[in-house]
């Protein structure tokens, strides 16, 4: 069993930063790979970033260059440092974890709780 729990998540203004956290317990390998997802009200889950044990990241393109995450595996937790906001970044952001990484895309088996990130003009 793996528990994720995100913080961090507030209230910002457009073209402010803030920065996730996301502390993993439980079993996570050395194959683990940690990344991001958001859901905004009426929306499906959107994939954000992920990054693999060695350190490689994938982004959307929706946050290439203004999102920037990084990880302490000695703490198993994971970052998502959010820079130049905008309001369309308003969502619920959930950490995500996919244990046994055993295809070559993010497939998540854990997801944290959600932490909301309210981006106003």
């Known amino acids: 069993q793996v528990k994720l729990v995100e913080s961090g998540g507030g209230s910002v203004q457009a073209g402010g930063s803030l920065t996730l956290s996301c502390a993993a317990s439980?079993?996570?390998?050395?194959?683990?790979?940690l990344g991001w997802y958001r859901q905004a009200p009426g929306a499906e889950r959107e994939f954000i970033s992920y990054?693999?044990?060695?350190?490689?990241?994938t982004y959307a393109t929706s946050v290439k260059g203004r999102f920037t995450i990084s990880q302490e595996r000695a703490k198993n937790t994971v970052y998502l440092k959010m820079n130049s906001l905008k309001t369309e970044d308003t969502a619920v952001y959930y950490c995500a974890v996919d244990v046994w990484n055993t295809h070559s895309y993010f497939s998540p088996n854990y997801w944290g709780q959600g932490t909301q990130v309210t981006v106003s003009s």
């Open positions: 990054i693999t044990s060695d350190g490689t990241t």
């Open positions: 439980g079993y996570i390998s050395g194959r683990s790979n």
